[in-house]
């Protein structure tokens, strides 16, 4: 038996929307039926923005500091592009011998409450503005420019869906659950009555998805000898 070797399967915007149709019991017919479709995908993976930790979406941002400025673009190259900071360290730099620090996060009312954000010195802390263009602020404000670097883990937005010809660049383990999102949310608004079924498989596919993206780490067990006597 000849098996084919490759290992590239992937829908176009078409095909998601062409399976989501038929797994509502429906056909696709108009080209209305494929903008609405198309809108339904749009939102879908707002949804899965809001639903957490996809981590195919993750960037590494870097942010040279400037002597006395505090705030910074998340995103210089597309400012709506994040969605949110995961974490953050700093690298100082002196005579080309680099050291990193964790920073530490600040909520809206940490960073409030600091009485004078322009102290200057290393920046340890940083607090995310998550308006449509997110910003960063950092505490202590940089003492020195050219010193300093913050490393962002940035959670960004996945491309839009712009035309049926559109590839959505995801794992190959999220097609399943992208399919039954849509075939959920376009059965909302065409047949309702398969809404239920069609909800409980979605979460399903999702829950599926999202463990399989989930860190996994080595796990070490230590045992406590501690009330053991050692000749």
């Known amino acids: 038996m000849a098996v084919s070797s490759s290992k590239d399967f992937e829908l176009d915007v078409a095909d998601y929307i062409e399976e989501a149709f038929e797994r509502c019991g429906l056909e696709l017919r108009t080209a209305y039926d494929l903008r609405t479709a198309r809108r339904s995908l ?17 960037q590494e941002k870097t ?39 964790q920073m530490t996060r600040l909520s ?40 300093y670097t913050v490393h962002l883990n940035v959670l960004t937005r996945m491309d839009d869906v712009d035309a049926a010809t559109n590839t959505l660049q995801m794992p190959f383990r999220f097609y399943p659950c992208l399919a039954a999102g849509l075939a959920y ?3 909302i608004k065409k047949n309702p009555e398969r809404t239920g079924l069609l909800k409980q498989i979605y979460e399903e596919e999702f829950q599926r998805a999202l463990d399989a993206d989930e860190d996994r780490a080595s796990l070490r067990i230590t045992p406590d000898i501690s009330n053991y006597n050692i000749a």
Do not use: C, H
Not at 46 to 56: I, V
Not at 71 to 93: E, G
């Open 108 to 147: 809206r009312s940490e960073y409030s409450a600091i009485p004078n954000k322009s102290t200057e010195g290393q920046p340890l802390q940083f607090f995310v503005d998550k308006q449509i263009s997110p910003t960063i602020s950092v505490y202590p404000t940089p003492d020195e420019t050219s010193k």
């Open 42 to 58: 749009n939102l879908l993976l707002a949804e899965w923005a809001n639903r957490g930790l996809n981590q195919w979406t993750i």
């Open 185 to 187: 949310y376009i059965s």
């Open 63 to 101: 942010i040279a500091m400037v002597e006395g400025t505090t705030s910074y673009n998340v995103d210089s190259s597309v400012s709506t592009a994040a969605i949110d900071v995961l974490d953050a360290f700093v690298r100082q730099t002196v005579n080309s011998e680099n050291s990193d620090i």
